[in-house]
C-alpha cells in the first residue's frame, strides 16, 4: 500500500470535515477572508464537490479597510470560480464613523468585524460557517474544536465543548444555535504555503515582496493603502520592499521587510523566521488572554 | 494573478514524501508533567517562534511555578480558566516538525475529571507517550491512561519516566518502574512499549542522550518519535470499504458517491455491492477536482461512479464484491461513558460510520481501570467504562473495531440534550434478519427469504429453529387435513399453503409491529428482553 503523503492526509481530512457539513447543516456558508487560509479553504471546497460547485455561498465580511489588491484580487477570483459571493458591512459602524485611526483597533474589530459576523449570519440564518483558522495561529484556537458549537447569541463556551473522537462529528444542534467548522485546524502555516505551492492555489499579490509606501508607525510597518490614512506629525511615506505574513484591514497589518518575491522564498523565509504569524497583527496583543476573549464574544 | 514562479522538481518532491506525519498524544497525572514535556518539544524544536518567546517570559513571571526560569508548560496551557487553575482542562492540539517528521501532539488532560478529553485525544493517535513521575511510580491514573489508550487502538507507547534529576537519575528506580509497568499492562496488547528515562524541565534525553544516564542505551525521545515504524498493516489489496459521506449530484447528468476511503482501495472496473441494500455494481470513476483516477486508496476522500442506476445514500457502505462486512442492528462493545448524568439505556442516537440510528442500550459490566477487572453493573457513571450492548433501532453496516477503526467506532448522543455521552468500540457484532451482506443471492431483494424465515435478532441456531418448527407444523396442517378431507391433494395444498401463509403473515405482523414500537420510540427487543423496563 502507498502512503499518503503528510499533505495528503492533511488534504483527506479537510475535505472530509467540508463535506460533513454539507451533508448535515441546512444552510452552511464558507467565510471568504482573502488571505491564504481562505484560498486554501476554498481550494479544497471546490475539490470537494467536484464536478459540481460547493452547495453553499461565501460570505465575506467587509470591514471598508481592507487593502484594495484584496478586494480586487477577491472579485476576479469569484468570478473566474463563478461562485455567489456575499459581503456584508456593518452599516450602522459604518454611519457611525467606526473606524481604526479614531475608534482604535479593538473598537473597529469588535464592530466592523465581530458585531459585523453576527449580522451577517443572523441576516441569513446560517447554520454553520466554515472558517480558515489553524489551531497553530494562537494559544485558545489550540482547544477549539473542529465543529465548535455557538448559542444563538453567538457565545463560544470553551469549558462545554464536545468531545470530537476519531471523525465523528456530532453535528446535531439546537434552533437557533450554529456551528463555527475548521477544516484547516490541523495545518500549520507552512503546511498552507507547501499546499499553496503544490496545488497552484493563486493568493493575493501582497504576499510577496515589493516596493510599496510604508510608513514606520507603532513599531509596524504600515502600508498606506489610500488617503483615508492621515500621517501624523514626523511621519513619512518610504518606498520599502515589503510584504505580509497576514493580510487584514491595511491600518492594522504589519508589513515585513523582506524581498521574497517568489513562493520558494517565502516558503524558506517563513522556514528561518523565528516570529510567529499574527505577531503583525495588533489586535492580538490587548492582554494576555485577549484572543479567547474575543471569541467568547464572537469573534471568529 | 499566480503566484510568481512555479517549484523546483526537487522542491515537489521534497512536499510529496511520504507519511513523514506522526500523530501522538501525551497523558499522564496531575502534575507528571505532561505540558512542560510538551513545551520542551516545541522549544527544543525550535517551534517555539520569539514574540510567542518574549510573552512567555511575562507569563512565567505572573503564573509561573519555575520562579524566574522559563515556565515552559506555559506555552501549551493556553485558556485563561486552566492558567490560573494551574491545570490542563482540555485537549490542545500542538504542531512541530523536525527536518524528517511532522507531529501532531494532542495534549491531553491529566485530572480523572477530563477522562472523556483524553480519550478523545487517543482515538486519532498512532502512538502514545505515557509519563510517569520516577518519584511516584506506576498510579492508577497511569492504568487508567494506559487501558484507554489501548481501547481506542494505540499500540505503540512510550513511557517517559519523568523527574529523574529527582531521584539522582537511579538507574535502579528506572528499571523498577519499567518492570511494574509491564506487568501492569500485559493484558492490554501493545506491541511495543519504550521506557525513556528524562526530565522534561531540564531536557533529558529529549533532544539529546543526557550525561547524567550513561547506563540508558536507548534513544532521545524526539529520536525515537522521528523514527518510530506506526505502517499499518498492509490491508487486503482487494478490500473496499467507503461509507457513503454525501451524493454527489449537481446535475441530472452525474451520480457520484463521496466518502472517506475507510480501508482498502477503488479501482476502476472493480466489482462492488452496496450495504445494507447488497445490490451489486461495478465502479466506473473516481472523480476528483484534477480529473480521473484509476485507483484511489485508504483515508482518502474520493468520489465514485458507479456503473448501473442503482440506489445509494448516506449511510449506506460501498463494499468490494466479496466483502463479508455484516448488517445487524445489535452490538457488544466498550464504551466510555462521558455525560455527567449516569449511563441510561433510552433516549440515546447512535453515530457511527456515515449512520445515525436511535439506539439503546443495556450495560452489562463495569471495568475497574485499576485492576482491569469487570462486575455486574447496570449502569456507568461519568468517566466510567464498561461492556454494553447496544441496539439500533435499523440495521447498520458495522464491524468490530479489530477490523475496521471507521466501521468499529461509535459514538452516543443523547436526544433532547444533543450532547455527546459516549465513545465506544465495537467487539462483537450480532447479524440480523434483513441482510447477512456475503450471502447476497438476488439484485432485487436478495433478503426477502431471510426475512420471511429469520426472527428478529437472529443466531444461526434460532434461525434453524425456527425453519424447523414451521416445516413441523405444516406438516402438522397438512396430516390433519389428509384425516379430515380424504384427500392428499388437498392435504398437500393445505400444508404448502400453511406454511407460506404463516411466513407472509408473520412479516407482515413484524413489519406493522416495529412501526408501531417505533412511534413509541421504543426498542422492540427491549421489550422482548424485558430488559430497561
Given at each position: 500500500?502507498?502512503?499518503?503523503t503528510?499533505?495528503?492526509?492533511?488534504?483527506?481530512?479537510a475535505i472530509?470535515?467540508?463535506?460533513?457539513?454539507?451533508?448535515?447543516?441546512?444552510?452552511?456558508?464558507?467565510?471568504?477572508?482573502?488571505?491564504?487560509?481562505?484560498?486554501?479553504?476554498?481550494?479544497?471546497?471546490?475539490?470537494?464537490?467536484?464536478p459540481?460547485k460547493?452547495?453553499?455561498?461565501l460570505?465575506?465580511?467587509?470591514t471598508?479597510?481592507?487593502?484594495r489588491?484584496?478586494?480586487?484580487?477577491r472579485?476576479?477570483?469569484?468570478?473566474?470560480?463563478?461562485?455567489?459571493?456575499?459581503?456584508h458591512?456593518?452599516?450602522?459602524?459604518?454611519?457611525a464613523?467606526?473606524?481604526?485611526?479614531?475608534?482604535?483597533?479593538?473598537?473597529?474589530?469588535?464592530?466592523?468585524?465581530?458585531?459585523a459576523?453576527?449580522?451577517?449570519?443572523?441576516k441569513?440564518?446560517?447554520?454553520?460557517a466554515?472558517?480558515?483558522?489553524?489551531?497553530d495561529?494562537?494559544?485558545?484556537?489550540?482547544?477549539?474544536?473542529i465543529?465548535?458549537?455557538?448559542?444563538?447569541?453567538?457565545?463560544?463556551?470553551?469549558?462545554?465543548q464536545?468531545?470530537?473522537?476519531?471523525?465523528?462529528?456530532?453535528t446535531?444542534k439546537?434552533?437557533?444555535?450554529?456551528f463555527?467548522?475548521?477544516?484547516l485546524?490541523?495545518?500549520?502555516?507552512a503546511?498552507?504555503?507547501?499546499?499553496?505551492?503544490l496545488?497552484?492555489?493563486?493568493?493575493?499579490?501582497l504576499y510577496?515582496?515589493?516596493?510599496?509606501?510604508v510608513?514606520a508607525?507603532?513599531?509596524?510597518?504600515?502600508?498606506?493603502?489610500?488617503?483615508?490614512?492621515?500621517?501624523?506629525?514626523?511621519?513619512?511615506?518610504?518606498?520599502?520592499?515589503?510584504?505580509?505574513r497576514t493580510?487584514?484591514?491595511?491600518?492594522?497589518?504589519?508589513?515585513?521587510?523582506?524581498?521574497a518575491?517568489t513562493?520558494p522564498?517565502?516558503?524558506?523565509e517563513m522556514?528561518?523566521?523565528?516570529v510567529?504569524?499574527r505577531?503583525?497583527?495588533?489586535?492580538?496583543?490587548?492582554?494576555?488572554a485577549?484572543?479567547?476573549?474575543?471569541?467568547?464574544?464572537?469573534?471568529? | 494573478?499566480?503566484?510568481?514562479?512555479?517549484?523546483?522538481?526537487?522542491?515537489?518532491?521534497a512536499?510529496?514524501?511520504?507519511?513523514?506525519?506522526?500523530r501522538?498524544?501525551?497523558?499522564?497525572?496531575?502534575?507528571?508533567g505532561?505540558?512542560?514535556?510538551?513545551?520542551?518539544?516545541?522549544?527544543?524544536?525550535?517551534?517555539?517562534?520569539?514574540?510567542?518567546l518574549?510573552?512567555?517570559h511575562?507569563?512565567s513571571?505572573?503564573?509561573?511555578?519555575?520562579g524566574?526560569?522559563?515556565?515552559?508548560?506555559?506555552?501549551?496551557?493556553?485558556?485563561?480558566?486552566e492558567?490560573?487553575?494551574?491545570?490542563?482542562?482540555d485537549?490542545?492540539?500542538?504542531?512541530?516538525?523536525?527536518?524528517?517528521?511532522?507531529?501532531i501532539?494532542?495534549?491531553?488532560?491529566?485530572?480523572e475529571?477530563?477522562?472523556?478529553?483524553m480519550?478523545?485525544?487517543?482515538?486519532?493517535a498512532?502512538?502514545?507517550?505515557i509519563?510517569?513521575?520516577?518519584?511516584?511510580?506506576?498510579?492508577?491514573?497511569t492504568?487508567?491512561h494506559?487501558?484507554?489508550v489501548?481501547?481506542?487502538?494505540?499500540?505503540?507507547?512510550?513511557?517517559?519516566?519523568?523527574?529523574?534529576?529527582l531521584?539522582?537519575f537511579?538507574?535502579?528506580?528506572?528499571?523498577?518502574i519499567?518492570?511494574?509497568?509491564r506487568?501492569?499492562t500485559?493484558?492490554?496488547?501493545?506491541?511495543?512499549?519504550?521506557?525513556i528515562?528524562?526530565?522534561?524541565?531540564?531536557?533529558?534525553?529529549?533532544?539529546?542522550?543526557?550525561?547524567?544516564?550513561?547506563?540508558?542505551?536507548?534513544?532521545?525521545l524526539i529520536?525515537?518519535?522521528?523514527?518510530?515504524?506506526?505502517?499499518?498493516a498492509?490491508?487486503?489489496?482487494?478490500?473496499l470499504?467507503?461509507?457513503?459521506?454525501?451524493?454527489?449530484?449537481?446535475?441530472?447528468?452525474?451520480?457520484?458517491?463521496?466518502?472517506?476511503i475507510a480501508?482498502?482501495?477503488?479501482?476502476?472496473?472493480?466489482?462492488?455491492?452496496?450495504?445494507?441494500?447488497?445490490?451489486?455494481?461495478?465502479i466506473?470513476?473516481?472523480?476528483?477536482?484534477?480529473g480521473?483516477?484509476a485507483?484511489a486508496?485508504q483515508?482518502?476522500?474520493?468520489?465514485?461512479?458507479?456503473?448501473?442506476?442503482?440506489?445509494?445514500?448516506?449511510?449506506?457502505?460501498?463494499?468490494?464484491?466479496?466483502?463479508i462486512?455484516?448488517?445487524?442492528?445489535?452490538?457488544?462493545?466498550?464504551?466510555?461513558?462521558m455525560?455527567?448524568?449516569?449511563?441510561?439505556?433510552?433516549?440515546?442516537?447512535?453515530?457511527?460510520?456515515?449512520?445515525?440510528?436511535?439506539?439503546?442500550?443495556?450495560?452489562?459490566?463495569?471495568?475497574?481501570?485499576?485492576?482491569f477487572?469487570?462486575?455486574?453493573?447496570?449502569?456507568?457513571?461519568?468517566?466510567?467504562?464498561?461492556?454494553?450492548?447496544v441496539?439500533?433501532?435499523?440495521?447498520l453496516?458495522?464491524a468490530?473495531?479489530?477490523?475496521?477503526?471507521?466501521?468499529?467506532?461509535?459514538i452516543?448522543?443523547d436526544?433532547?440534550?444533543?450532547?455527546?455521552?459516549?465513545?465506544g468500540?465495537?467487539?462483537?457484532?450480532?447479524p440480523?434478519d434483513l441482510?447477512?451482506?456475503?450471502?447476497?443471492?438476488?439484485?432485487?431483494?436478495?433478503?426477502?427469504?431471510?426475512?420471511?424465515?429469520?426472527?428478529?435478532?437472529?443466531t444461526?441456531?434460532?434461525?434453524?429453529?425456527?425453519?424447523?418448527?414451521?416445516?413441523?407444523?405444516?406438516?402438522?396442517?397438512?396430516?390433519?387435513?389428509?384425516?379430515?378431507?380424504?384427500?392428499?391433494?388437498?392435504?398437500?395444498l393445505?400444508?404448502?399453503?400453511?406454511?407460506i401463509?404463516?411466513?407472509?403473515?408473520?412479516a407482515?405482523?413484524?413489519?406493522?409491529?416495529?412501526?408501531v414500537?417505533a412511534?413509541?420510540?421504543?426498542?422492540?427487543?427491549?421489550?422482548?428482553?424485558?430488559?430497561?423496563?
Amino acid at each position: 500500500m502507498i502512503q499518503l503523503t503528510h499533505l495528503q492526509k492533511l488534504e483527506a481530512e479537510a475535505i472530509h470535515i467540508i463535506r460533513e457539513v454539507a451533508a448535515t447543516c441546512e444552510n452552511p456558508v464558507l467565510l471568504y477572508s482573502i488571505g491564504k487560509d481562505s484560498a486554501v479553504l476554498l481550494h479544497l471546497a471546490m475539490k470537494a464537490f467536484a464536478p459540481g460547485k460547493p452547495p453553499f455561498p461565501l460570505l465575506h465580511v467587509d470591514t471598508t479597510w481592507k487593502f484594495r489588491e484584496m478586494i480586487a484580487f477577491r472579485d476576479a477570483r469569484i468570478a473566474e470560480l463563478g461562485l455567489e459571493l456575499l459581503v456584508h458591512v456593518n452599516e450602522e459602524g459604518r454611519a457611525a464613523g467606526v473606524n481604526p485611526f479614531a475608534s482604535g483597533s479593538r473598537l473597529h474589530t469588535d464592530v466592523m468585524k465581530t458585531q459585523a459576523l453576527r449580522q451577517a449570519l443572523d441576516k441569513y440564518k446560517f447554520d454553520a460557517a466554515f472558517g480558515g483558522a489553524r489551531r497553530d495561529e494562537e494559544r485558545s484556537r489550540a482547544k477549539e474544536r473542529i465543529f465548535s458549537l455557538r448559542t444563538p447569541e453567538h457565545r463560544w463556551d470553551p469549558k462545554s465543548q464536545r468531545p470530537e473522537p476519531w471523525r465523528l462529528f456530532n453535528t446535531r444542534k439546537r434552533p437557533g444555535e450554529s456551528f463555527r467548522v475548521f477544516p484547516l485546524s490541523n495545518w500549520t502555516e507552512a503546511d498552507v504555503w507547501d499546499y499553496v505551492a503544490l496545488e497552484k492555489i493563486p493568493v493575493v499579490p501582497l504576499y510577496f515582496a515589493k516596493p510599496r509606501p510604508v510608513v514606520a508607525r507603532d513599531g509596524m510597518l504600515i502600508m498606506r493603502d489610500d488617503d483615508r490614512m492621515e500621517l501624523r506629525a514626523g511621519e513619512e511615506i518610504e518606498m520599502r520592499s515589503v510584504r505580509f505574513r497576514t493580510l487584514g484591514c491595511y491600518p492594522l497589518t504589519g508589513a515585513v521587510e523582506s524581498t521574497a518575491a517568489t513562493l520558494p522564498e517565502i516558503i524558506a523565509e517563513m522556514r528561518s523566521s523565528r516570529v510567529s504569524e499574527r505577531q503583525g497583527r495588533l489586535i492580538d496583543h490587548d492582554g494576555g488572554a485577549s484572543m479567547e476573549q474575543k471569541k467568547q464574544e464572537g469573534y471568529f | 494573478m499566480n503566484a510568481p514562479l512555479a517549484l523546483q522538481a526537487h522542491e515537489v518532491a521534497a512536499l510529496t514524501a511520504p507519511a513523514a506525519l506522526l500523530r501522538f498524544i501525551t497523558c499522564g497525572s496531575v502534575d507528571d508533567g505532561k505540558s512542560t514535556l510538551i513545551g520542551r518539544l516545541l522549544y527544543d524544536t525550535g517551534a517555539v517562534p520569539e514574540d510567542q518567546l518574549a510573552a512567555l517570559h511575562g507569563d512565567s513571571r505572573r503564573f509561573g511555578t519555575q520562579g524566574d526560569a522559563l515556565d515552559l508548560a506555559l506555552l501549551v496551557d493556553g485558556l485563561a480558566a486552566e492558567r490560573e487553575q494551574g491545570i490542563t482542562i482540555d485537549v490542545a492540539y500542538r504542531y512541530f516538525s523536525t527536518p524528517r517528521r511532522a507531529f501532531i501532539v494532542a495534549d491531553t488532560p491529566g485530572h480523572e475529571q477530563y477522562t472523556r478529553n483524553m480519550a478523545t485525544g487517543a482515538s486519532g493517535a498512532e502512538l502514545a507517550i505515557i509519563l510517569v513521575d520516577a518519584r511516584k511510580g506506576v498510579l492508577a491514573q497511569t492504568r487508567r491512561h494506559s487501558f484507554i489508550v489501548s481501547m481506542v487502538g494505540v499500540r505503540r507507547v512510550v513511557v517517559a519516566i519523568n523527574k529523574m534529576d529527582l531521584v539522582g537519575f537511579d538507574e535502579g528506580v528506572f528499571n523498577a518502574i519499567a518492570e511494574s509497568y509491564r506487568a501492569a499492562t500485559r493484558h492490554l496488547g501493545f506491541d511495543e512499549i519504550v521506557f525513556i528515562p528524562v526530565s522534561a524541565l531540564r531536557g533529558d534525553n529529549i533532544a539529546s542522550l543526557s550525561a547524567d544516564t550513561p547506563w540508558y542505551a536507548g534513544r532521545a525521545l524526539i529520536d525515537h518519535l522521528e523514527t518510530v515504524d506506526v505502517t499499518p498493516a498492509a490491508a487486503d489489496p482487494l478490500a473496499l470499504r467507503m461509507p457513503v459521506q454525501w451524493v454527489n449530484r449537481p446535475n441530472a447528468q452525474f451520480r457520484g458517491f463521496s466518502g472517506t476511503i475507510a480501508n482498502g482501495a477503488a479501482r476502476i472496473g472493480q466489482d462492488v455491492k452496496i450495504l445494507p441494500s447488497g445490490l451489486r455494481t461495478r465502479i466506473s470513476g473516481i472523480v476528483t477536482a484534477a480529473g480521473d483516477r484509476a485507483e484511489a486508496q485508504q483515508d482518502e476522500a474520493v468520489t465514485l461512479v458507479l456503473e448501473d442506476e442503482v440506489d445509494a445514500s448516506r449511510g449506506d457502505v460501498i463494499v468490494a464484491a466479496q466483502d463479508i462486512t455484516p448488517v445487524a442492528r445489535v452490538f457488544d462493545g466498550r464504551l466510555l461513558w462521558m455525560s455527567e448524568r449516569a449511563a441510561s439505556g433510552q433516549g440515546l442516537i447512535l453515530q457511527q460510520g456515515m449512520s445515525t440510528a436511535n439506539a439503546a442500550i443495556t450495560v452489562r459490566t463495569q471495568i475497574d481501570v485499576n485492576t482491569f477487572a469487570e462486575r455486574p453493573s447496570e449502569t456507568l457513571p461519568v468517566n466510567g467504562i464498561g461492556r454494553v450492548r447496544v441496539r439500533a433501532e435499523k440495521p447498520l453496516v458495522m464491524a468490530t473495531y479489530a477490523q475496521d477503526r471507521v466501521l468499529g467506532a461509535f459514538i452516543l448522543i443523547d436526544r433532547l440534550t444533543n450532547e455527546t455521552v459516549a465513545l465506544g468500540v465495537i467487539d462483537e457484532v450480532n447479524p440480523v434478519d434483513l441482510l447477512a451482506s456475503g450471502g447476497a443471492q438476488s439484485q432485487a431483494r436478495p433478503d426477502l427469504w431471510r426475512r420471511l424465515l429469520a426472527p428478529a435478532d437472529d443466531t444461526p441456531e434460532t434461525l434453524a429453529e425456527a425453519v424447523s418448527w414451521r416445516i413441523v407444523s405444516a406438516l402438522v396442517v397438512c396430516a390433519l387435513a389428509a384425516v379430515l378431507t380424504q384427500s392428499a391433494v388437498v392435504a398437500l395444498l393445505a400444508g404448502v399453503a400453511d406454511f407460506i401463509v404463516r411466513l407472509l403473515l408473520r412479516a407482515a405482523h413484524r413489519d406493522v409491529f416495529r412501526r408501531v414500537t417505533a412511534l413509541r420510540q421504543v426498542d422492540p427487543d427491549q421489550i422482548s428482553d424485558g430488559g430497561g423496563i
